[in-house]
């Protein structure tokens, strides 16, 4: 697989602008429900603190649930159909191991899906830099065709 860059991710998350945070998508398993994204940490983002000189590590949050968006997007993108709308559930045992993400580093995310029931998936997520981790927790998100089916 050659890597999926910005441009093909837009058209598949409902993230625009600067709330759009992955670089690129580097593989994806559309049957296992597996992918590794990336993040180039850099002063145009977001989340950048000038003073820190990088982005706090809490940020990998928002990376692991863009991961899982894309790999949404992905999955059925293959099935030939449209992207669904993903609603976090629940954040556990979210952990960071180290405070700042460097400015000029990347960031690599893996996630997997541990469990699915129905429209609800769940999913192991990690971020690392430099080969060592610095995150890593469990999302569980709902898939719906519209926000309309959540009373929103």
């Known amino acids: 697989m050659s890597v999926i860059g910005k441009e093909r991710l837009i058209s598949l998350l409902p993230h625009k602008g600067?709330?759009?945070?992955?670089?690129?998508v580097m593989d994806f398993d559309p049957e296992d429900y597996i992918l590794h994204?990336?993040?180039?940490v850099t002063e145009n983002s977001m989340f950048f603190d000038m003073p820190l000189h990088g982005i706090p590590s809490y940020v990998c949050f928002e990376y692991m649930?863009?991961?899982i968006s894309a790999l949404s997007g992905l999955v059925a993108e293959t099935m030939?159909?449209?992207?669904k709308i993903g609603v976090i559930l629940s954040v556990s045992d979210l952990r960071t191991e180290k405070p700042i993400l460097?400015?000029?580093s990347t960031v690599d995310i893996h996630i997997k899906k541990?469990?699915?029931v129905d429209?609800?998936?769940?999913?192991?997520c990690s971020a690392f830099c430099d080969g060592k981790r610095i995150a890593e927790g469990k999302l569980t998100v709902m898939e719906v065709d519209n926000l309309n089916v959540l009373g929103i």
Do not use: E, N, W
């Open 18 to 24: 600067k709330m759009f945070l992955l670089d690129r």
């Open 37 to 40: 994204s990336q993040v180039d």
């Open 65 to 67: 649930a863009q991961s």
């Open 80 to 83: 030939r159909q449209a992207p």
């Open 102 to 104: 460097d400015d000029g």
């Open 114 to 116: 541990t469990d699915i």
């Open 119 to 124: 429209s609800v998936f769940s999913f192991t």
